[in-house]
């Protein structure tokens, strides 16, 4: 569809997009990198503590819709709007560091509630170090790696967001038309200044929540019903080291060896008896059955079931899973749970 007199038309974003498509499936390498990386920063997100007091509170909010620009950067990558894509970069930057700068004394359900209101300004980098450097982890990492140097390099993302002369427009790219052309460059571009931004704003999140460095299983004393107080799972934490430059997580773990925090809590949960096996198989019916009832129903649980089960190459269940699928069952009929709740509820869904 044509929209005259404009030339940075829907139609001509498609026509990248198609192109940065064939780029992706021609450069395999790169399209694994950005997955991974955004795997990582997802896995960041689950470092910030959730408990009652603060699950609805807000305190989240700056680390998600971090992760939301950095989603609709890449998009804009894809559809060939390049500076675009490097202003969003910059605001996921900014709410990373407040997704610590908000919880830096851990009353971040209070602290956020004028900005998040839109009472209180976004505050300047300035008064966000001002802050991050109170907190004894990061000061005395900053003061070796220089972290709040890491973030001026990434200054000149400020220059998009004002435009900087054509180098920072929407004319940039190397045979730049008057509208959305594909430019290889700028995507290579683009993936180095997501990786920075992503390892910082890592590296903060690890610091002020020191426990996510800890090797712990701590599925033996939880099962799979792990409380959100910012402890990661050990495959978690080698994700995360794999893209923080060298020492760095050497350097957090003694860190968190250091501090009180960490060590009080991991004794506390070191003290807990392991779960039994008939511990967690009960947390994991109770599970199925919350999905079941106020779901999909059992029986398109079982064929979802079905389906994994084949894509793991298997074509019959262990006598475990025979005998949860029975229990299921047998509750759903009585309970009148084998279609879904919509359907259940003559929703027209």
Known sequence: ??????IYEPDKSIEVYRETEKFFEANPDIKKRIEELGWIYHTVGMIVPQNFENFWSGHYFPFIDSWEELQ???TQICFGLYKQAFVSLRSGLELGLLSVYFNINDDGHNAVKE??????????????????????????????????????????????????GAKHSNRMGLLKSNSQTFEEKLISKWLHSYA??????????LLKYPISVIRFDYSKKFG?????????????IDKIASILP??????IEIIAKEDPTTQETIHEISSFPDMT???????????????????????????????LLKSFGQSEFDEKMKTRIELLRQWATENDFLESKAKRMGWNI
């Open 196 to 205: 920075d931004i992503i390892s910082l704003v890592s590296t903060l999140h």
């Open 1 to 6: 569809m044509k929209f005259s007199p404009y």
């Open 277 to 307: 096996d008939e511990q967690v198989e009960e947390q994991i019916i109770n599970l199925e059955k919350m999905s079941i009832e106020n779901g999909e129903g059992f029986t398109k649980w079982l064929e979802n079931q079905e389906k």
């Open 115 to 164: 900005w998040l209101n839109s009472k209180d300004n976004t505050p300047r980098a300035g008064k966000i170090w001002k802050i991050l450097r109170q907190n004894d982890n990061i000061k005395k990492f900053d003061e070796k790696h220089n972290l709040k140097q890491v973030h001026e390099d990434l200054g000149y993302l400020h220059n998009y967001v004002h435009t900087k």
């Open 224 to 236: 799979i019903d792990i409380p959100s107080f910012g402890g990661l799972e050990e495959y978690n």
């Open 246 to 251: 060298e020492n760095y997580l050497d350097d």
């Open 72 to 74: 609709v950067s890449f």
